[in-house]
Nanobody, 117 residues
Framework: VQLQASGGGLVQAGGSLRLSCAASLRSFSDYRMGWFRQAPGKQRELVAEITTGGSTDYANSVKGRFTISRVNAKNTVYLEMNSLKPEDTAVYYC????????????WGRGTQVTVSS
């Protein structure tokens, strides 16, 4: 199983980025997908997740600014990030879960997002 995140980079505050995560998962549509982030010195936190049915959930800190989506035909999950803030700076990871709730089974390597003030 491989989850390959891409799309990170350096952006000014107020800018936008779109992260992508390509998954080598059989029956991708059967997996709940999530985006997590970890800033230096902080614990990893869930940013957004999308269920097999397309329901979404977001951390309060990103609601209204970030949008998670998936294209099952492409085995890909996206994170559209708008109105970025310096506090969004972190390494962003995508993850996949065979469960409807709870822990994630598979993790990808992260992609760095840096937001300058």
């Amino acid at each position: 199983v491989q989850l390959q995140a891409s799309g990170g980079g350096l952006v000014q505050a107020g800018g936008s980025l779109r992260l992508s995560c390509a998954a080598s998962l059989r029956s991708f549509s059967d997996y709940r997908m999530g985006w997590f982030r970890q800033a230096p010195g902080k614990q990893r936190e869930l940013v957004a997740e999308i269920t097999t049915g397309g329901s979404t959930d977001y951390a309060n800190s990103v609601k209204g600014r970030f949008t998670i989506s998936r294209v099952n035909a492409k085995n890909t999950v996206y994170l559209e990030m708008n109105s970025l803030k310096p506090e969004d700076t972190a390494v962003y990871y995508c993850a996949a879960s065979t469960y409807n709730v709870g822990n994630y089974n598979y993790w990808g390597r992260g992609t760095q997002v840096t937001v300058s003030s």
